[in-house]
């Protein structure tokens, strides 16, 4: 059964602070993965997406790495600002539908 | 970035009543869209797959007769929830994907369901 699973469930860290967030995922075949954050109240927005050959990919503040021996891929915020309080999705697609994980919400605090 | 519009952002409406919601995708052509559901606190749960110009394909447990599905061109999709009750209040998410790209999924800004 394909599965996504991230952790920690929740996080709460002070303002410009860094975190990781964890996914583990049993999807195959595999294509590729996708982080994607989620306000309160709207919907999932890319942050990156992660194929089988890349091990590292950034998009400003946001640094997601890949494992795909062990099937592991982890989101590292630097630097969190307010604004970075939301939802973080890890999404793996398969045949033509997507494996979501139950997301990481994250609560940056002043 | 690719844009996909959903409308209303939020609805109130009696039991009883049906509600459309539609999917736009303004800058590319989607010959798929996805519906999902979401409570609080949860993650999206896939609905329903939505292909232009032929049938949805609705994930099991999910009434095809209560959420009508319709993709009647490659930039609009749009969810009708028929007969309306309390406990169909939720958040409906849609995505698109670009068929020149075929490899991310754009979400919509989600729909507020209140059926009161």
């Known amino acids: 059964k394909n599965q996504v699973e991230q952790s920690p469930q929740s996080l709460i860290i002070l303002e410009g602070k860094n975190c990781t967030l964890q996914?583990?995922?049993?999807?195959?075949?595999?294509?590729?993965l996708r982080w994607y954050k989620q306000d309160t109240g709207r919907g999932p927005v890319s942050l990156t997406i992660?194929?089988?050959?890349?091990n590292t990919k950034s998009n400003g503040r946001y640094t997601a790495t890949l494992d795909a021996d062990t099937k592991q891929s982890s989101l590292h915020i630097t630097a969190s600002q307010l604004s970075d309080s939301a939802s973080y999705i890890c999404?793996?697609?398969?045949?033509?539908?997507?494996?979501f994980g139950d997301g990481t919400t994250l609560t940056v605090k002043p | 970035g690719a844009v996909v519009s959903q409308h209303p952002s939020w609805v109130i409406c009696k039991s009883g009543t049906s509600v459309k919601i539609e999917c736009r995708s303004l800058?590319?052509?989607?010959?798929?869209m996805f519906w999902y559901r979401q409570f609080p606190k949860q993650s999206l749960m896939l609905m329903a797959t939505?292909?232009?110009?032929?049938?949805?394909?609705?994930e099991q447990g999910v009434e095809k007769d209560k959420f009508l599905i319709n993709h009647a061109s490659l930039t609009l999709s749009t969810l009708t929830v028929t007969s309306a009750h309390p406990e169909d209040s939720s958040f409906y998410i849609c995505?698109?994907?670009?068929?020149?790209?075929?490899?991310?999924?754009?979400f919509g800004q989600g729909t507020r369901l209140t059926v009161v």
């Open positions: 992660m194929t089988f050959s890349e």
């Open positions: 995505s698109a994907s670009d068929r020149g790209r075929n490899t991310e999924a754009f």
């Open positions: 999404v793996v697609p398969n045949a033509g539908k997507s494996t």
């Open positions: 800058d590319f052509q989607a010959t798929t």
């Open positions: 939505s292909n232009e110009g032929s049938k949805a394909t609705y």
């Open positions: 996914c583990n995922y049993t999807v195959s075949p595999f294509s590729n």
